[in-house]
């Protein structure tokens, strides 16, 4: 019988891969948290709908890359692509905007898209984000910005860079949508099939077709359909960021894939990273969304970033922290008439909260010791006969290849004390 093997575009985070993974989560949540964002968690399966109308139904998410089902009423269901619509949804529902505005929420869990699996891009992977509902302001975009700026900055990630730009309002969008067309319709044949039919649909992501990126050289820019106040809102945008001394870089061709941003959009570029997957993430301003999602209009501003990529440039540039020891201690009987003793030991170091592995099976003490090197135990405790009969354990120090013998009721205090957990 063949061996089962995980899905396409899945992986398997092992014990081996789990401590980069708590780094980067446990480093976005202090990040965010310092910046007064509290946690929320959706659920992966959300109503079709709720896409369908967020991020677009022309978009490639929502045409080509959502995983739908119909459930047993027949109910169309689909694991979600993205967070912000998810999040949106629950916060203005539970009516959180109406307690606090700005409402500052932050974000992690697995998103799926059916996209071409490679190196960085996965069917199933983890994004990570926050959303600041109910505040249109200048100060906010530059808040949503710096915090990704302050998460990179302290992981270690060097190289980053920051790509800005400013969609304008929907009337904007409109305006360069006409100039996007006048300019591409003469040239529809010269295109490929994706930017032949998006050219009908969504003109705004020909800008990011690496197939026809000679064309969108010459396109025009998205400055030249921005309303003053758009302009003059993206240039306070600008200004704070400038004030933050976080280098800015404008890129009139960055719109990003989703039909819910107007004004200023962002993605964080990282140089180890090429080609279409260059982005560790992104985000923006989405004013219209929630009306979208049938509440009252609200405004928003939020990003979104892969763990994985991150994870991937951190192993690059050595920053990332390697497998964590999964014990402190092995807790070993020498014979199974100890076995007992042993684990009422290896409950007295758990009560002291100290990690601990029993092994009061019945292999040999030698096999048991390299067992706990492997696991990356520091300490030993073996109970053997002589230890019951006199009431103490021998503590071996594995790295120090030394030993003594204590008596139990001293196991745990000698313990932490060796293990630098108690002053």
């Known amino acids: 019988m063949p061996e089962i093997a995980s899905p396409r575009g899945t992986r398997d985070i092992l014990p081996a891969d789990q401590a980069a993974y708590r780094w980067v989560l446990d480093t976005h949540s202090r990040v965010a948290e310092l910046h007064a964002y509290r946690p929320v968690e959706t659920p992966i399966i959300e109503a079709t709908e709720l896409f369908a109308r967020a991020v677009g139904s022309d978009t490639d998410i929502v045409e080509k890359q959502m995983f739908t089902f119909d459930d047993r009423g027949g109910r169309s269901l689909t694991l979600r692509p993205e967070g912000t619509a998810g999040v949106t949804r629950a916060a203005l529902a539970a009516r959180l905007d109406q307690e606090l505005r700005p409402l500052r929420l932050h974000y992690a869990g697995p998103m799926f898209r059916a996209e071409r699996p490679q190196?960085?891009?996965?069917?199933?992977?983890?994004?990570?984000?926050?959303?600041?509902?109910?505040?249109?302001?200048?100060?906010?975009?530059?808040?949503?910005?710096?915090?990704?700026?302050?998460?990179f900055a302290a992981l270690g990630l060097h190289g980053v860079q920051l790509q800005v730009n400013s969609l304008g309002s929907p009337e904007d969008r409109a305006r360069y949508r006409e100039a996007l067309v006048a300019y591409y319709e003469p040239l529809r044949d010269r295109l490929c099939d994706d930017c032949q039919r998006r050219l009908d649909t969504n003109p705004?992501?020909?800008?990011?077709?690496?197939?026809?990126?000679?064309?969108?050289?010459?396109?025009?820019?998205?400055?030249?359909?921005?309303?003053?106040?758009?302009?003059?809102?993206?240039g306070r945008v600008l200004e704070i960021l400038d004030t933050a001394a976080i280098p800015v870089t404008l890129n009139p061709r960055l719109v990003r894939g989703l039909d819910y941003y107007t004004d200023t959009v962002f993605e964080i570029w990282h140089e180890t990273l090429s080609g279409a997957q260059n982005a560790l993430g992104g985000g923006g301003r989405y004013d219209g969304l929630a009306a979208l999602l049938g509440f009252a209009a609200t405004p928003g501003c939020g990003y979104a970033l892969g763990v994985e990529r991150t994870i991937m440039v951190a192993k690059e540039l050595g920053v990332a922290p390697g497998a964590a020891a999964g014990v402190d201690v092995l807790v070993a009987s020498v014979d199974p008439p100890q076995a007992a003793a042993a684990a009422r030991q290896a409950r007295t170091l758990r009560d002291a909260g100290i990690r601990t592995m029993l092994d009061a099976g019945e292999r040999?003490?030698?096999?048991?010791?390299?067992?706990?090197?492997?696991?990356?135990?520091?300490?030993?405790?073996?109970?053997?006969?002589?230890?019951?009969?006199?009431?103490?354990?021998?503590?071996?120090?594995?790295?120090q290849h030394s030993q003594q013998r204590v008596p139990e009721a001293e196991l745990a205090a000698l313990t932490l004390r060796i293990l630098g957990m108690q002053q």
């Open 204 to 234: 705004l992501r020909l800008l990011d077709c690496k197939r026809d990126a000679q064309f969108a050289e010459s396109a025009p820019k998205i400055a030249a359909s921005l309303s003053r106040e758009s302009t003059e809102f993206f």
């Open 119 to 151: 190196a960085g891009r996965q069917h199933q992977f983890t994004q990570l984000g926050i959303e600041c509902i109910g505040e249109r302001s200048a100060s906010v975009d530059a808040e949503v910005v710096e915090i990704a700026w302050r998460f």
């Open 364 to 399: 040999r003490l030698d096999r048991k010791l390299r067992s706990a090197d492997k696991a990356g135990a520091r300490l030993a405790v073996v109970v053997g006969e002589d230890e019951v009969r006199d009431g103490n354990v021998t503590v071996r120090d594995l790295s």
